[in-house]
């Protein structure tokens, strides 16, 4: 799950930092992209910790 909705979100901020920039917004000081990095940065903790439970040996298997 996590494979496609990083780079989806990662993209869709990309783009809206794009819009700021031809819009001449200023990127600081929108809170909206402070709160996206935040959900990215979740998201990526999450993944990270969801590949290391799979990864480790269980007591049955290993």
Same mark, same amino acid.
């Not at 799950?1 to 993209?11: E, F, N, R, S």
């Not at 001449?24 to 929108?30: A, D, G, L, R």
């Given at each position: 799950?996590?494979?496609?909705?990083?780079?989806?979100?990662?993209?869709i @901020?990309f783009?809206?930092?794009?819009?700021?920039?031809s819009l001449?917004?200023?990127?600081?000081?929108?809170s909206?992209n402070?709160?996206i990095v935040f959900?990215?940065f @979740?998201?990526?903790i999450?993944?990270?910790?969801?590949?290391?439970?799979?990864?480790?040996?269980?007591?049955?298997g290993?």
């Open positions: 799950m996590y494979k496609i909705m990083i780079p989806t979100i990662l993209a @901020f783009y809206w930092i794009l819009l700021q920039i001449e917004w200023t990127i600081f000081k929108n909206m402070y709160f959900i990215i @979740f998201l990526f999450r993944m990270v910790k969801g590949n290391n439970n799979s990864l480790l040996p269980t007591a049955m290993n």
